[in-house]
């Protein structure tokens, strides 16, 4: 998988393709960095993500079941994005195909990129026109149907850190 820019300074893909030169990353993962202990820059370390002043790291299991995915780890994402919208700023997951494109969606329709009125377009106008290599899991899938238009994880995206 190569990686895509999306919009602006928002670029996704794998794991395997970050540019050397972004200001910003978003790691998507399911294990949780027990060596950033050590680390004296994070800003939060939290059961969800961990909060580093040039990085977040999203605690995001890839898993069939939607009940595992937690809605702060998306609240925490997407605050992240829309607070480092000048920043060039690298979203990845191990593949890229379902957990990094669903922050990324998320972000696209909370901020009004994509402005379909219903769930089914807005994921066809996501892969027709901005990363045709999104391929989601069944969790992922229901978690973005069920929180479709994100006008709540929007809106506790606005929120201070740690208060969602």
Partial sequence: MTRKL???????????SAPSNIAK???????YYNF??????IIIRDKDFILLPDKIILNIVDIHDVNTLSERT?????????ENEDA????????????SPSLVFIYLVS???????????A???FIDNFYPYMK?????????????????????????????
Avoid: M
């Fill in 6 to 16: 999306i919009v602006n300074n928002l670029t996704l893909g794998d794991q395997f």
């Fill in 111 to 121: 901020q009004k990129f994509i402005k379909a009125d219903n769930f089914s377009d």
């Fill in 123 to 125: 994921i066809a106008d």
């Fill in 88 to 99: 060039d700023t690298y979203v990845h997951c191990q593949l890229g195909v379902s957990r």
């Fill in 36 to 41: 950033f202990k050590k680390n004296t820059n």
């Fill in 136 to 164: 989601l899991n069944q969790g992922v899938f229901d978690f973005l149907k069920t929180k479709f238009p994100f006008v709540d994880i929007a809106k506790k995206a606005k929120q201070e850190w740690g208060n969602f």
């Fill in 25 to 31: 990353e978003v790691k998507i993962s399911d294990i």
């Fill in 74 to 82: 998306f609240i925490a994402g997407l605050k992240f994005l829309i």
